[in-house]
């Protein structure tokens, strides 16, 4: 009786064991890809965005699909910045264009220095979809960060 | 969105200990079109009884233009004038033949509105000197014209953090004409800053350069002893280190105000060359016996220490784990002992 009971422990500690490790193995590696984000949404989401030294802050948001979320950028360095987000064509044809201030559209935004702006853009599948500043060498120095588009539940 | 009117450029130098310490650089100029030119720059910085003597050479870039420089300084200049004719090529002339190179030791400010200390037009130069922080510099340049690169708010920053004085640099290109400047041509110019620690902004020169583009410079060094030195990364090498010889002095001496130079001084020269991703630090100096030259005066701040290792994943599920390990190992030793006391007692 006493050796089956012991057994019975024994086995629901190994049990207690391994499940604490695989909670936190899956926990820190979820965090990891997600650069230890909150999963915000799905619905209306307000993101604040800081960028100090040309990079923005957080450099990583993660959402539920069907999220509409609004950007508020506070620039905090005296040079102007902007912010696009979009599809790797609209990342494209700014990096290449010769847009003037941005505004009109949603998830484009310029913001003077010193200054903060808001943009609003819908993020209706899963998947990655970048921001960056687009200004002439910006980008090529890290000005880039990426929405993480999660299922929803 | 593509914009810019001029181009701010990036840096030069500055300096150092205890009589006369010279520095050549190359530098990162931003043109009008935001593409970046190297320009060779060479500078002295002299420094005796507490006042250094800081001697650099624009070039006219001859694009039409009006570029400019910011440099980072040890101290609020009291005094801005026309440096002397060829004190700089000078020296130049005095390491042209190189010896064998041995590496070198070791290893946010209010967006006020900066401050005017002083103004000079020297040839085709317009010379100001602000104090303020990286902010409050920045808003300057921009609103003067200048195109502030991408990295600028952040190396503006590492400076004013330490320093908060800069010296804005900036080719009138409608007087160069009128003095017939031609491309290539440098105006020497020559600060007296008075200052108790000298350093040369190296990190200055890699403004506005792509990671991959190596950053070559040529920094002397006149001190009254030889100087301790501390490079806050690799990359720069001491090429030379000796009495300065009499020939030397009493050449620069006779250039135009440079009446200055003493008879007695050790001459160091350094090479700089690294990738523009590497040059995160500067050039700290010391003079004075027993008094190592400064971590921070050579970028090693310690916030920066703390920004490199910072980040990664979480540590508190890890915690939770080995906690919940704990906690098993004791419940597999004592719950036996407690079913086995209760089994005895009810038998």
Known sequence: ?153 | MRAGPIGLGALILVALGALAAPAGACGGLVGENGTIQLVRTTTLAAYHDGVERYVTSFEFTGEGAEVGSIVPLPGVPTKVERGGDWTLQRLTREVAPPLLASTVGAPRAAAADAEVLLTAKIDALDITILRGGGDAVGKWAIEHGFLLTPDAPEVLDFYAQRSPVFMAARFDASRAAELDQQRGDGTPIMLTIPTDEPWVPLRILGLGLDATQDVSADVFLLTPDRPQLLAGGSGLSLARSEQASQGLLDDLRSDKGMGWVPSDLWLSYLRLDTPARDLDYDLAISTHDGSEPSAIAAGLDASSVVRRVTGGSPAWPVGVGVLAIGVVVVALVTVPKLVRRAARQTS
């Open chain 1, 1 to 153: 009786m006493t050796r089956v009971r012991y057994r019975a422990w024994a086995l629901a500690a190994v049990w207690v064991v391994a499940s604490g490790i695989t909670a936190a193995y899956a926990f820190a590696s979820s965090a990891a890809d997600d650069g230890g984000a909150e999963v915000l949404g799905p619905g209306n989401v307000t993101v604040t965005l800081d960028i100090e030294h040309s990079r923005f802050e957080p450099a990583r948001i993660v959402v539920r699909q069907h999220s509409d979320v609004t950007f508020r950028v506070v620039n905090h360095d005296p040079i102007a910045h902007e912010f696009i987000v979009g599809d790797d064509e609209v990342h494209a044809r700014h990096e290449a264009g010769t847009h003037g201030q941005h505004g009109a559209l949603p998830g484009e935004v310029s913001v003077a220095p010193g200054k903060t702006a808001t943009t609003t853009f819908p993020f209706h599948t899963p998947g990655t979809v970048l921001f960056a500043c687009h200004l002439p060498g910006h980008f090529a120095y890290g000005m880039v960060g990426d929405v993480v588009v999660r299922p929803g539940r």
